[in-house]
């Protein structure tokens, strides 16, 4: 408790030192979630050992995107020595530019720190410093952006394979700021996959199965059963990673899996989703628009939309759950979009035994605990304030799971068989004179277009 409160008083000093503390709106719902963030923000987050996943741990830092140089909703995934970058960006909320630094590590195909070290899978530099970040402009919520495309002219990937990007403050590996998953892959095996209807009776309209067919005949495969992982995602997931397929059949190098038990997903729903690319007026599924009181940020309060889990499936377009940034009067310039609070509302008929969480991939596909949503037996809804910044964003309401599993999002949403959904399909490589798992193939599969 006593870090929690150093940490929002040293949040609240450096806001009152800049003179910005008067611009931003502390409203009740927002500072419980700020709250509850650093909360979560507490020790094992300042560990020295970095967690494999996709994760924030300083709680001023918002809006982390990852994605592939030109096209902001492609996911982290390049092939190794080919001409693609990719490109991470965030926002720090406090007033003082950092210095700060970033690094990689090669994880196997399970997201463990692999056994070799970085001069074997990095050409170069070992780490390099972030460019100096660059101040918001025009923003009711300044703050300050920080931006890198890698590789670079700096550092180079030499080994294919899973990839935990780390920012760190200055020299010091152990003060983590953010770490992000990406992939390199090189393509040496041929993947088949389609998606099919379950075999299960009872699952038939409301699951998605992926059918797999792998040939090695590039690779000098001796132990199938040990050699060659398969994993799996469904809307770049990492909550959902499925893991532990094994062929049913082998051809010589043709591996059959014929309808793995792993690779059966539900099929959920299309997402819900919500625009304030333009803070001048309410787009759909947006109700109002108010200014914050003073000079705060502005208030977005979306339509209340009931849950879906007994309706019939409704086709309409989404971004499977992805979000992308832009204020549409600065021409998409990400300095110039602003931080907006945006009220959720979820009715109804009674309480769950579970509170839902505001989910998507602006909330690295977890239920973050600022991001719970509050019961409110006044309108018989469940209600939640949460800041994001200006754009376009897919959403759901989700429920964690009690082992903290993936999150179930069929218990408000729904789920139907006619879903669109993408699928990315990893296939690894255990090379024994590497050591390291190499990913020797992707194969992106869409419900739909396959």
Known sequence: MNMMIESLRLFTTR???????????????????????????RTPCQSSVPRYEDHTHSATIRTVQLFKQGFELAPPVIELNGSDALVLRFDDLQADVENLSYTFIHCDAGWQASDLMPGQYLEGAMSDYLPTGRQSFNTLQPFIQYEVAFPNDMIRF???????????????????????????YEQKVDIEASMQASRSVDLRDV????????????????????????????????????TGFRPRFMRGAELIYDFPEQGLFMGGNEFRNF????????????????????????????????????????????????FFIRNDLFDGDPLGADYVIVHFTLPMTEQLAQPPYVFGAFSDHRCLPENRM??????????????????????????????????????????????????????????????????????FLNSRRG
């Not at 059918?211 to 005949?217: E, F």
């Not at 060659?228 to 995602?233: E, F, N």
């Not at 628009?289 to 309409?316: M, S």
Request: charged share 25%; proline share 5%.
């Open 158 to 184: 030499t080994r294919s394979g899973n990839y935990l990007l780390k920012v760190f403050r200055g020299s010091d590996e152990e003060d983590v700021v953010l770490t992000r998953r990406f992939l390199v």
């Open 374 to 443: 509050q019961w409110d037996p006044t309108t018989s809804s469940y209600t939640a304030a949460i800041l994001v910044k200006q754009g376009f964003y897919d959403f759901a309401y989700a429920i964690p799971a009690p082992d903290g599993g993936a999150s179930d999002l069929s218990l408000v949403e729904g789920s139907h068989y006619q879903t669109e959904n993408d699928y990315l399909v990893l296939v690894y490589f255990t090379d024994r004179l590497q050591r390291c798992d190499r990913l020797v193939g992707v194969r």
């Open 275 to 322: 625009d304030l690319k333009d803070l001048r007026f309410a787009t759909q599924r947006v109700a109002r628009i108010e200014p914050g009181p003073g000079e705060g940020v502005y208030h977005a309060h979306l339509t209340a939309e009931p849950k879906r889990n007994i309706r019939v499936y409704f086709d309409q377009p989404d971004l499977n759950g992805r």
């Open 15 to 41: 806001l009152s030192a800049s003179g910005h503390w008067s611009r931003i709106t502390w409203s009740v719902p927002y500072l419980l979630g700020t709250l509850m963030m650093i909360m979560a923000h």
């Open 207 to 242: 699951a998605q199965q992926i059918d797999l067919v792998v040939r090695h005949t590039q690779l000098p495969v001796q132990d199938p059963f040990g050699e060659i992982h398969v994993a799996m995602l469904q809307n770049m997931r990492w909550d959902d990673l499925r």
